[in-house]
């Protein structure tokens, strides 16, 4: 079955950039999408295919996908940012989440 | 505006099964292209699809919990049911319900905590 690998944690200064990667078997050829999760809340779709921006997320959130990596990447870095992030492919007809990272704003 | 919000017991006994609706506005699951998922999340841990149920009836499973889950659509009812069969104390989590547009899940209920516990 496909899997989908991310870091446990990633920390950021505040107003820096934060990189959360998202590895998996050509990657590149399929459609990441990204999930942002706050304690205690439902997950937030913030990127779909690849790179792109639901209404209402910031233009500080971005992606891109190649090769065996996706990755999230959140400019100017908020306390609000802080939160899970989860990517998530479609793979045989079924749904794979990588395991999350925890994204820390120092 | 679509929502979603899911309902069912809080506690089940271990072997118990597990039954889960998912109650939605704002769409219809007999339209072309629409469905619904459940996803979970132990407590503290990642998120694990469950299953997927499409407008015309056609299914999905996670392959490793397939022998035990059954998803089903009630279109006038606007609502999905989910059943999970022999519950074990590691089935405790959040469960979710969504809506699924193109390979995305772009609306999300609440969730409801279920905790397995004898």
């Known amino acids: 079955s496909y899997e989908l690998t991310q870091p446990l944690s990633v920390s950021v200064a505040l107003g820096q950039t934060a990189r959360i990667a998202c590895g998996g078997t050509n990657i590149g050829i399929k459609n990441v999408h990204w999930y942002q999760q706050k304690p205690g809340q439902a997950p937030v779709l913030v990127i779909y295919r690849d790179s792109n921006r639901p209404s209402g997320i910031p233009e500080r959130f971005s992606a891109s996908n190649s090769g065996n990596t996706a990755t999230l990447t959140i400019s100017r870095a908020q306390a609000g940012d802080e939160a899970d992030y989860y990517c998530q492919v479609w793979d045989s007809s079924t749904v794979v989440f990588g395991g999350g990272t925890k994204l820390t704003v120092l | 505006q679509i929502t979603l919000k899911e309902s069912g017991p809080t506690l089940v006994r271990p072997t118990q099964t597990l039954t889960l609706t998912c109650t939605f506005s704002?769409?219809?699951?007999?339209?072309?292209?629409?469905?619904v998922g459940w996803i979970r999340q132990p407590p503290g841990k990642a998120l694990e699809w469950l299953a997927l149920?499409?407008?015309?009836?056609?299914?999905r499973y996670c392959p490793s919990l397939k022998s035990r889950l059954t998803i089903t659509k009630d279109t006038s009812k606007n609502q999905v049911v989910l059943t999970v069969t022999n519950m074990d104390p590691v089935d405790t989590a959040t469960y979710y319900c969504?809506?699924?547009?193109?390979?995305?899940?772009?609306?999300w209920g609440q969730g409801t905590l279920v905790t397995v516990s004898s």
């Open positions: 969504a809506h699924r547009d193109g390979e995305k899940f772009d609306y």
């Open positions: 149920i499409y407008w015309d009836g056609d299914t």
């Open positions: 704002g769409f219809s699951l007999s339209t072309s292209g629409v469905a």
